[in-house]
Nanobody
Framework: QVRLVESGGGSVQSGESLRLSCQAV????????VGWFRQAPRKEREGVAC????????YYADSVKGRFTISRDNAASMVYLEMNNLKPEDTGEYFC????????????????WGHGIRVTVSS
């Protein structure tokens, strides 16, 4: 069964950090682009950070540049999102998504999704 499993969410105060992890099960992560997406209450899902499988090119949403870092460990089939200096507007459900291509971290592009994990940032 092909799936992605997220972990590491939680509730933090503004300015604190969290690290999200995503485990790929049932497929070779190294052959796919992967990324993190989020959906805030009453808002559409948006791409946060994505990384290609060919050359490791990375895309970040403007709102997280300089604060979030995406990385991948293909041997372990893991993708990580290090989130620093968190803000209340970072609150939402975070999803790991994978696909052959994720152009500009388009949230309609992933073929495989995790179930999501909650991140809450209080001011």
């Amino acid at each position: 069964q092909v799936r992605l499993v997220e972990s590491g969410g939680g509730s933090v105060q503004s300015g604190e950090s969290l690290r999200l992890s995503c485990q790929a099960v049932g497929f070779v992560l190294g052959q796919h682009a992967v990324g993190w997406f989020r959906q805030a209450p009453r808002k559409e899902r948006e791409g946060v950070a994505c990384i290609t499988y060919r050359n490791g090119s990375i895309y970040y949403a403007d709102s997280v540049k300089g604060r979030f870092t995406i990385s991948r460990d293909n041997a372990a089939s893991m993708v990580y999102l290090e989130m620093n200096n968190l803000k209340p507007e970072d609150t939402g459900e975070y999803f790991c998504g994978g696909g052959r291509r994720l152009p500009k971290c388009d949230p309609t592009a992933p073929a495989t999704w995790g179930h999501g994990i909650r991140v809450t940032v209080s001011s």
